[in-house]
């Protein structure tokens, strides 16, 4: 069943989220190949086809597939992922997953041992946006790039 496409509806919400997006992959100081891990992993938990298609293309631009692929376990090949990225990846767990983990008091300080505070809050709206992204993504089942 086709669904609504969100942004012909809701320009200016397009727009507003859409100006997030430009916030967090142009004017922070966050390595843009640590910004698509981000949102590829958001979107993992979040199960978003559209943006999982899209962020793993991203990242297949500046990382080998043998990590992209094993970025769902992460934690299990720590020797893969930096000490940033590894904290970088658990807050995005915890923010993602806030609910249940109420954004605990050890990733937190993972997190902010690794980024400097205003790194820290550019990695909690890259998360936030990535969030919003996917829960319009997913229910609204924007395409994928991906063929048969």
């Known amino acids: ?34 910004v698509h891990l981000v949102f590829l992993r958001v979107s993992q938990i979040n199960g978003c086809a559209h943006c999982i298609d899209m962020h793993t293309r991203d990242l297949l631009k500046t990382m080998a597939i043998d990590k992209v692929a094993l970025v ?5 090949v720590p020797h893969l992922f930096s000490d940033q990225y590894r904290a970088a990846l658990a807050w995005a767990e915890e923010v993602t997953n806030v609910s249940t983990t109420h954004a605990s008091d050890e990733a937190y300080a993972a997190a902010a041992a690794a ?14 946006a990535m969030n919003a992204f996917n829960r ?8 994928v790039a991906a063929k048969a």
């Open 1 to 34: 069943m086709s669904r609504l496409n969100w942004t012909e509806f809701a320009p200016d919400g397009a727009k507003a989220l859409f100006g997030v997006h430009h916030y967090v992959t142009s004017e922070t100081n966050l390595p843009e190949e640590l």
């Open 72 to 76: 769902p376990v992460w934690a299990e």
């Open 115 to 128: 980024f400097m505070p205003k790194d820290l809050v550019d990695l909690t709206i890259t998360i936030a």
């Open 136 to 143: 319009l993504g997913a229910p609204f089942r924007l395409p």
